[in-house]
């Protein structure tokens, strides 16, 4: 449903889905010569571990018609360096956090067409530091806001073939206009200051295809494409008061990923999966934050699911994420450049660890909608 809401018209009867994922990055960032600050130390290990929940309560009203509510966390990022370091006029600490609510209508045309549209109202908070000087215990400048937008989400599944089935899914970008705060004292042994600050983001675009080919009873071979329109964030100006005050020099690129995977049918009640994807990151040396050093990364994954009953299934999962070790050069002709060069090399890793339950409400062997017997009155 959050990538493609005609996938809906999958999921019989009242359904109700509920997920939790464990987000576990590690991201050892150092700083390395000729970065001029070197002695002031390295940022530590960034990555801060985090939760996410997701919902997908669903109602089938005919054979046609579907409801649903798809609850996510889209967007999600949570770093923070050690205190005094050597790139801290770079960042000391970022997170971004979203959820959102897509009240999605799913409709079977016939047997092999479905097609589903949903309406995104999405929330958005953003909170960065960084400090203002090169020398240790140099205050902090912050920079927090927050804004709630509406999107839209689009969808298509097509079964041209008894075990054959593709899907399309297209996530609109949603503009946030954040207001909130720039607090910083204006010069250093000056008290702090706190003005009102507003920044204008777009979030991307996404398209997603993919392909689902069962090719024996117990064999199913799955693949799929992604494409994400990171390039809206460019440079984000920031103003206070109606004045140009700073700017996210984000300058990304579109991202892409490619994956394959396979499930295997253990018996009725049981079945395995596993997947293996390359991910072509929106981040590189020229555009690589401290406080982001993501790069291009390989993905694996296995999971299983398991059928306690016709009404009750449990779902595990395991991804770890290889993204290698990105460097990062600030130098003069860089947007994000204030002065200072920096040289740094992360060691990255994150592993993801995910779970759901999903019920069915309504009787399984009930037709939809429920047939009532006709009561005669003679």
Request: proline fraction near 8%; glycine fraction near 10%.
């Amino acid at each position: 449903m959050f990538w493609n809401p005609a996938t809906i018209t999958d999921i019989p009867g009242i359904h109700s889905e509920w997920d939790v994922s464990g987000i576990f990055p590690s991201a050892d960032l150092k700083a390395v010569a000729p970065t001029p600050t070197l002695g002031f130390g390295n940022a530590g290990d960034i990555g801060m571990a985090g939760g996410l929940a997701a919902a997908y309560p669903s109602y089938q009203f005919n054979d046609n018609l579907w409801l649903g509510l798809a609850t996510t966390s889209p967007y999600g990022l949570s770093t923070k360096t050690n205190f005094n370091w050597a790139g801290q006029v770079y960042g000391r600490s970022a997170r971004i956090v979203s959820f959102d609510g897509t009240p999605t209508i799913g409709w079977k045309v016939n047997d092999w067409i479905s097609v589903g549209a949903g309406v995104t109202v999405e929330y958005l908070n953003v909170r960065l530091t960084r400090a203002l000087g090169v020398l240790p215990n140099t205050p902090s400048a912050i920079l927090e806001g927050d804004n709630v937008g509406v999107g839209y989400a689009l969808g298509a599944t097509f079964k041209p073939l008894p075990w054959t089935e593709i899907g399309i899914g297209f996530r609109s970008s949603i503009h946030h206009q954040l207001d909130g705060t720039l607090t910083a004292p204006p010069a250093p042994g000056f008290p702090i200051l706190s003005l009102p600050a507003k920044a204008n983001i777009n979030t991307p675009e996404d398209v997603t295809l993919g392909l689902r080919q069962r090719i024996s009873p117990q064999w199913t071979l799955l693949a799929g494409l992604e494409w994400t329109n990171w390039s809206r964030l460019n440079i984000v100006p920031v103003t206070t008061l109606g004045v140009p005050a700073t700017a996210l020099p984000l300058q990304y690129k579109d991202g892409y990923m490619a994956s394959v995977g396979a499930e295997y049918e253990w018996s009725p009640l049981l079945t395995f999966r596993a997947g293996l994807g390359y991910e072509w990151s929106p981040i590189d040396t020229a555009n690589r934050q401290v406080f982001i050093p993501d790069n291009n990364r390989i993905w694996t994954s296995i999971g299983a699911t398991y059928h306690w009953s016709e009404k009750l299934s449990f779902d595990v999962s395991y991804a770890h994420l290889f993204p290698g070790s990105p460097r990062l050069q600030i130098v003069p002709g860089s947007a994000q450049y204030v002065g200072v060069p920096f040289f740094g090399k992360a060691d990255a890793s994150i592993n993801i660890v995910s779970a759901s339950f999903k019920y069915r409400w309504d009787d399984p062997t009930k037709t939809i909608p429920v047939t009532q017997p006709i009561i005669r009155k003679d």
